[in-house]
């Protein structure tokens, strides 16, 4: 499971003005302020965004320029391989260590859609229930004794499954380089991901 919410797309016209300067090509942009709250995009300056795009991120460097401002909601496992893109990206997560007794856990708070019954001696959704209730029984004796024991119980039996939101900085060269090695992957939460990207502001140059 993955929610994408509070998108926020800026610095067109930085990386605009950015990408004419090797050229000295400024006269022949046509971007411009379409209101105090957005911005226009020529066609002049799209056609050279799309042609350098397609030929690669040594060429495409003004995608970098390009910001992204967004809240996601993941599990940890997923988290764990999205770490791996470190440079251009800024996090700022909602805390485990200090926050994982503050509400009791429920299904909702992890990502366990697939897991099922498979047969009658594989009831994988009543361990995961029976895990939960767990988390429960020692976040309950936390808040009531403040004992760091019980703390330490629901840390190390906490799953990777659990869902954690961030807020995430990221840029489309970054986007690019997401959508290219994980639209295919195994995972939904990168599927769907890489879905939330086709549908940014002129995807296009991210998804060539």
Known sequence: MIKVEKTDVVGWEHAIRGMRNPMNSWDSSDSHDDSPTSFYIGENDLELMRKLARNGSVHAKYRRMIAVYVDILAPLYWWKEFDTYKV?????????????????????????????????????????????????????????????????????????????????????????????????????????????????????????
Request: charged fraction near 25%; aromatic fraction near 12%; glycine fraction near 2%.
């Open 88 to 208: 251009g990206t800024v996090a700022n997560s909602c805390s485990t260590m200090h926050k994982i007794h503050e509400k009791e856990f429920t299904l909702d708070d992890f990502s366990c859609e697939h897991l099922e019954n498979i047969t009658s001696s594989m009831d994988f959704l009543t361990s995961f229930e029976m895990l939960v209730d767990d988390l429960n029984t020692a976040r309950n004796w936390y808040i009531k004794t403040k004992d760091e024991r019980f703390w330490w119980q629901m840390i190390q039996l906490l799953p990777s499954s659990y869902n954690q939101k961030r807020t995430v900085m990221l840029n489309y060269e970054v986007l690019a380089n997401i959508y290219h090695n994980r639209k295919d992957h195994k995972l939904d939460e990168w599927r769907d991901f890489c879905k939330w990207i086709e549908g940014l502001p002129l995807s296009e140059i991210i998804t060539c």
